[in-house]
């Protein structure tokens, strides 16, 4: 709604797969599987293979410390998510988490 027009690619964490039926609108979809990409290394190699996508913005939607990663290898110049766990050193805009929510009210 905020940015009407816009095409967003999904990434998703492999085993969630499933979900992709249930999400709003999409226009591609990239499966992170951990086995091939291990560590905080292997986020970041993921994350710098998008690149050639050249996306305007990166939602960090998960709180962890390697999404966080995966998303300063995209190389975007605008990545955004919750500061937690130091992650706000790899945004470039974070926000303090809220408490007592949701995840998907989040």
Known sequence: EEYP????DLIIKKGFEFLVDHLPAHHAVFIFDKTNYKGANGAFR?????????????????????SAIMGYGTGEKQRIGFAKEWR????????????NAHRVEE
């Open 46 to 66: 993921f994350g710098k293979e998008l690149r050639q996508n050249k996306y305007d913005l990166f939602f960090c939607l998960p709180t962890s410390f390697s």
């Open 88 to 99: 706000n050193l790899l945004l470039t805009k974070s926000f303090a988490q809220p408490k």
């Open 5 to 8: 027009g816009a095409e967003v």
